[in-house]
Each structure stands twice: as C-alpha cells, then as structure tokens.
T-cell receptor, first 113, second 113 residues
Framework: NAGVTQTPKFRILKIGQSMTLQCTQD?????MYWYRQDPGMGLKLIYY???????DKGEVPNGYNVSRSTTEDFPLRLELAAPSQTSVYFC????????????FGSGTQLSVL | SQELEQSPQSLIVQEGKNLTINCTSS?????LYWYKQKYGEGLIFLMM?????EEKSHEKITAKLDEKKQQSSLHITASQPSHAGIYLC?????????????FGKGTKLSVKP
C-alpha cells in the first residue's frame, strides 16, 4: 500500500497566487488532517475531516480551505498566497478519532515569495 | 489550550551513549504519542502510551508516561546514527475525544559516529 501520498513535494509561489496541495490515502481511513510545520515550532493543525463531506477548523485555519468529497482525498487550497504561508505541509490520516495513530505523508515544502 | 514542552530542544550524543528526551504537558495528560521525523520526511509513529505508569519499548527505545507529573520520557539506549532525527511528542486535547493531536516543538537528535 502507498499509505498517504502528497503532491507536489516542492512548490514556489508568488504572493497572491493560489494553489491546491493534494493528499490521498489508500487505507480507507475516516479521519484526515492537514498540519503545517514551521522551523522550531512543531506542527500546527490547519483543518481536519472525520469523514467524507465533513470538515472542521483546527488551530490555524486562516488563509486555507479544504474539501472532502471522497474518503480517499483531502485537498488543501491556498487562495491568496502570503509569505506567512511559507512552511512544510503534512497530510495525515487515521482510521478513527480517539486513540488511533496517525499516518503521515512525506510533506510539501512551500515557499511564497 | 494545552501545550506540550519538550526538552532538550536539541541534543548531540556520541554513538553508543544513552539519552533521554522529556515531554511535559500544561494540562492533564490522558495519553501521549511519540513520533520520529527524519530530515525532509514525514513523521513515523513510534509509540503510544495511554495509562499512567505505562512503559513501552521498541528495540532500543523506551517511553514512559507519568500522569502525576503530566510528563513522558523517551529513552534511547546505546544510540546509533540511525536514531538521528527529530522526536516529537503529541497529545489529544480533551482526552482524545476529537482525534486531532497537538504536538511539541520537537527535539533534534544528532548522533556522532
């Protein structure tokens, strides 16, 4: 199994551009998450989803949008990129909520210049 | 909101030496996850501790949970270069009812051959 797959691995955006970070999982997990990791700051939850059609905000949702039309896919949309969104983005999934371990993708390194 | 503080922030050890990483929570710990991140990659699940006093081991890595101190420790015995990376602790707010984790800022471990 591929697990959690993120694309692209690297991207450079200009201020004001938009893009979508793709995330797909093949484990039939119900829960999916988007985190961002800034240097020395750990991971911050952006959005999460408990199932298809259901999404909710995490700790740092401003400037991002998500959708969950299928169990497998959980794309993250940046509408108007800003330098503050320069970060490494990780998608993760888990079978359920509660005490389930998260499976992480390999990350997308995004720079906004 | 709950915060996880890890210490030390970084650590350089000689191969073969033992080391300990701590994770302290600002609120009651109902359980704790440990993840490892290799440079440029996603997070890999190491262990999950759910009960006070619980101790788990995997190869040369042992983790303990002290509910009274709201703290967990990760101990590596006879460190090897393969142990190098960033170690992050994670906890579920509200005792895991939401399934989304908060993370500490990480401890960067370097092992000198």
């Amino acid at each position: 199994n591929a697990g959690v797959t993120q694309t692209p691995k690297f991207r450079i955006l200009k201020i004001g551009q938009s893009m979508t970070l793709q995330c797909t999982q093949d484990m039939n997990h119900n829960y999916m998450y988007w985190y961002r990791q800034d240097p020395g700051m750990g991971l911050k939850l952006i959005y999460y989803s408990v199932g298809a059609g259901i999404t909710d905000k995490g700790e740092v949702p401003n400037g991002y949008n998500v959708s969950r039309s299928t169990t497998e896919d959980f794309p993250l949309r940046l509408e108007l990129a800003a330098p503050s969104q320069t970060s490494v983005y990780f998608c993760a999934s888990s079978l359920a909520g509660g005490w389930e371990k998260l499976f992480f993708g390999s990350g997308t390194q995004l720079s906004v210049l | 909101s709950q915060e996880l503080e890890q210490s030390p922030q970084s650590l350089i050890v000689q191969e073969g030496k033992n080391l300990t990483i701590n994770c302290t929570s600002s609120k009651t710990l109902y359980g704790l996850y440990w993840y490892k991140q290799k440079y440029g990659e996603g997070l890999i699940f190491l262990m999950m501790l759910q009960k006070g006093g619980e101790e788990k081991s995997h190869e040369k890595i042992t983790a303990k949970l002290d509910e009274k101190k709201q703290q967990s420790s990760l101990h590596i015995t006879a460190s090897q270069p393969s142990h190098a990376g960033i170690y992050l602790c994670g906890a579920a707010p509200n005792g895991g009812s939401q399934g989304n984790l908060i993370f500490g800022k990480g401890t960067k471990l370097s092992v000198k051959p």
